[in-house]
């Protein structure tokens, strides 16, 4: 099992990592300021949970397939940036309206969630991330490797969860503010509706 020092240096990085610039706290930062805080939030729990699948994908050596198979990658950044086009689409055609704004959150909010999960899983570099990443802070001396990397990675949700957390919260406030005025609405909506087919030409782009 993990040492206390292990556990508590993982964290710390996992944290910078996590501050860092990235897709997904963009992402976070968006959804945001166009639903207000708790529509944030519930995007952030779902990019949470996407993270326990890379997780058990590494556990179990799923993530060495998109590793080794250029096929599986490619299909699955394709996926990512196709869903990323239909975010982007339906932020550039709305018209910034109240009823818009409240859409997501009052009528399914499981919506969201699923978005964040989606947004995650999608990602194939996260699972390279992960499979590059986790091992170097597991040791066959001390147990179960696997059981070291399911550690390590509820690690790593826990810093995800607590900085997107936060960063979900602050960009909700100011979202909830923004919202108040039709055209400060309409203008958030084309900036976002920008930044997603930003993000889904990075991942097209992107290579192992």
Not at 157 to 180: K, N, P, Y
Request: positive net charge; aromatic residues 8%.
């Amino acid at each position: 099992m993990l040492t206390p020092e292990v556990a508590l240096s993982f964290f710390g990085v996992a944290i910078l990592l996590a501050l860092a610039p990235g897709p997904d706290n963009l992402f976070v930062l968006m959804q945001s300021a166009m639903w207000g805080r708790r529509s944030g939030l519930l995007v952030v729990l779902g990019l949470c949970t996407g993270l326990i699948g890379h997780t058990v994908a590494v556990a179990v050596g799923l993530a060495a397939l998109f590793a080794a198979s250029e096929t599986a990658f490619t299909a699955l950044k394709i996926a990512g940036a196709a869903y990323l086009t239909w975010l982007a689409w339906g932020a550039l055609r709305s018209q910034g309206d109240a009823a818009d704004g409240a859409a997501p959150a009052q009528q399914n909010s499981g919506r969201l969630y699923r978005r964040g999960i989606i947004m995650n899983l999608t990602n194939p570099k996260v699972s390279l991330f992960f499979l590059a990443f986790l091992p170097q802070f597991t040791s066959p001396g001390r147990g179960s490797v696997a059981m070291q990397t399911l550690a390590l990675g509820g690690l790593m949700i826990l810093a995800t969860l607590l900085v997107f957390g936060l960063l979900a919260w602050f960009s909700g406030t100011l979202g909830d503010r923004l919202q108040r005025s039709h055209t400060l609405r309409k203008t958030l909506h084309r900036v976002a509706g920008v930044v997603f087919l930003g993000l889904a030409l990075k991942l097209v782009l992107s290579h192992r």
